[in-house]
């Protein structure tokens, strides 16, 4: 039966969609202005600073050439050189004869082409997708894959049970958790900060009131993790265990552990829904290695009390449970493990597929992960096909770029690293999202030319030979569309771009059309056309489906489609445990692989075919913490997305003396001398930056956490005896694949020292414009003129 979707009427506002929520644009006023969208229950802050910080000074808006690039194409000079500005036609002039030099002399496997998925909540103005159908028009590129945020989950979990989209966009819903789950065990809590975001952006924030509804209901919440704030809820409703970081893997066997020897494993849930039990109980119990993986032996590595894992285990299985795991997890050293670990245990407890009770992974990092709408397809913009079959894991551009021609493993395969010649970057910022950014400094010194679309004068632009100048989100017309969300949304233009910024789009047209690759790149539509184009086909497909929609135009008018609650609650594989035949996984046995043959077959030393315990390459058991004592942290921020709208008021009023908040125990800050709200250096072996002090009882001894997105501020690039001065992480961060199967991203494995800061404070440079030159033909030294 056709199900007719509702347009919803504007009222006297429109709708727009940011990554982190809806709202409502209000045009009349003498100021227009944002606000919150008023069927959200939970709105996130952050997009109310949108419009202001989109009006900033520090917009890019000229196209802008680095001054020793354009004099004799001098790479030295990054991060420090003056921009000339150009027009238009001599910027898309150079930038396709550097595209045709490049490919004709080393061919298209030199040129990577950089990206990241955040840069547009709408469906046609999304950096990743033009950037990538740009280069595969004019021959293809090398690729990256997976994530920093997933890099292990995504290789590894499609081993074990599913692909991680899949698996996002399929968990139990918040009020079917609320129903059902008794006892909720999270290994790193439910950080409802970052779940103010989704990928193709939020309309309605589900997560705070889940908790809230299942603490109401008399569900028993055990947060096991360093960090108290990780689950926020009031403390009669949590019962919170802090551990060391990175040892969740040992508590987690050893829970399994004691469920095994006391007989309190579902064996018929074994037996009917996994593969591979029987080869990883040995390691569990000891008799591969010598070493049972007993609460006592976890508690020695964790600092869990062994009589509580013993105790939890019983709990676990006498009542409907749920074991969430948070993505920081596996952003570690061999960050594999807890993700196995977890799913391992959920099965030895044999819930998974019954409402409220299996694994969620995670819970918190995203707001699509309980969502109680159904999952549909949205429309697409097709990024064609590339010919280059080159690709690194995300988190290896620094390798890419020091070591051409060397080999590195990857998923059971070898692969070898192309020697780049040239950087192409539209959207995302690496200099926020990388590791050790002093070692990708050093990197960015190799390839011949640099160029980026880029909204502001942050460090990436910074870093660039050619910057062009792009619009934001409310400066052009798309689509907003996210899974599991209630609404397709006209996103309408709200207001004019700044300077001559242009869309990533019509950027690519102008190239193209240089190139001779314009008709493949655009088939000949332009932006508004391309919109109507991608709803008609989404449309289509949305019949095939049973829902009817309303032309394209009736919907343009009316600014919203609403999408209607599923028949069914969904409740994450439940279709599998009723007939794990008919919904088998896609798994090598059609079941969840506690033990995998294929993964065993590849041979790593630091991967096997199943969950185990490593020592991380730097953690509080390490020879490594007498030098360095603390264990970092570094997770999302609440006051933006990543770096986007680091400069925004909302965020700005978050900080310490303009810098990022550094939360450290009471008992570190008096061994140190530090009061809440001084100005702290925290430095190791591989950088140094300042940080404002944030003195709490709600963090272990031993662990402080730094978010990320701090726009990176360093007095010298390159060296890491230089300070950043703003306060990012990343500065400090290990720049090292999770293990030979992922290569994810490591960076929740550091160690840092922290000391209060003496002396005057340097002043703060990130906000600031870069130089600009008249020379080389340029029309005005100054981009805000």
Known sequence: MNQPQTLIPTIDCDLTIAHWGAYEITRQLEKPALNHWREDPFPSEIGLSMLDAYRSNLRVKRPAVREGWLKDRRKSGRGSDKFVEVSWDTALDLVAEEVQRVKGAHGNSAIFGGSYGWASAGRFHHAQSQVHRFLNAAGGYVRHTDSYSLGAGRVVMPHIVAEMDYLKDSHTSWDVLAQHTRVFLTFGGVVTKNAQVNAGGVMTHHAPGGLAALAANGCRFV?????????????????????????????????????????????????????????????????????PKTPDWAAAISGMPAARIASLARELAAQRSLINLAWSLQRADHGEQPFWAGIALASVLGQIGLPGGGFGVGYGPANVMGSPFEKLPGPTFSQGKNPISAFIPCARIADLLLHPGEKFDYNGANHTYPDIRMVYWAGGNPFHHHQDLHRLVRAWEKPETIIVHEQVWNYHSKMADIVLPATSTLERNDLGFSSREPLLVAMRQFETPPGEARDDYDIFAGISRRLG?????????????????????????????????????????????????????????????????????????GRIEIFND?????????????????????????????????????DQPLTKLHSQLDF???????????????????????????????????????????????????????????????WWDPARPGQPEELDRHGNPNTLTRDAGASRLSQGCTAQTCLVQLEKFEGKVPPMRAFELPEFTSSGGAESPNPNA
């Open 223 to 291: 947060h096991i993790g360093p960090v108290r704030g990780d689950l926020p809820l009031p403390d009669e409703s949590v019962e919170w265990i802090p551990i060391r970081p990175n040892t969740d893997t040992a508590v987690l066997l050893a829970l399994s552990y004691e469920l095994i020897v006391n007989g309190l494993h579902d064996d018929d849930f074994l037996r009917k829904y996994t593969h591979g039990f029987e080869n990883w109980k040995p390691y569990v119990l000891g008799e591969t290695d010598g070493t």
């Open 598 to 634: 294929k993964v065993a077959a590849f041979g790593y030393d630091d991967c096997p075919g199943y969950a185990r315990w490593y020592p991380p390459a730097e953690w509080l058991g390490s020879e490594k913490a007498s030098e360095y004592p603390l264990h970092m942290l570094s």
């Open 517 to 589: 690759t314009e008709q493949t790149f655009t088939e000949g539509r332009s932006s508004d056309q391309w919109l109507r184009q991608m709803y008609d086909s989404w449309a289509d497909v949305m019949r095939q489906r049973g829902h009817d929609l309303v032309d394209y135009d009736e919907f343009w008018q009316a600014g919203a489609l609403r999408f209607p609650l599923p028949k069914r609650p969904p409740v994450m594989l439940q279709d599998f445990r009723e007939d794990p035949d008919a919904h088998a996984l896609k798994t090598p046995s």
């Open 648 to 710: 925004s008021a909302y965020s700005l009023s978050k900080k310490i003396q303009g810098r990022e908040p550094i939360v450290l125990s009471t008992q570190d800050a008096l061994a140190r001398g530090i009061a809440d709200g001084d100005i702290v250096r925290v430095f190791n072996d591989r950088g140094a930056c300042l940080a404002g002090a944030v003195v709490t009882d709600g963090i272990m001894p031993g662990v402080v956490k730094l978010s990320t997105g701090a």
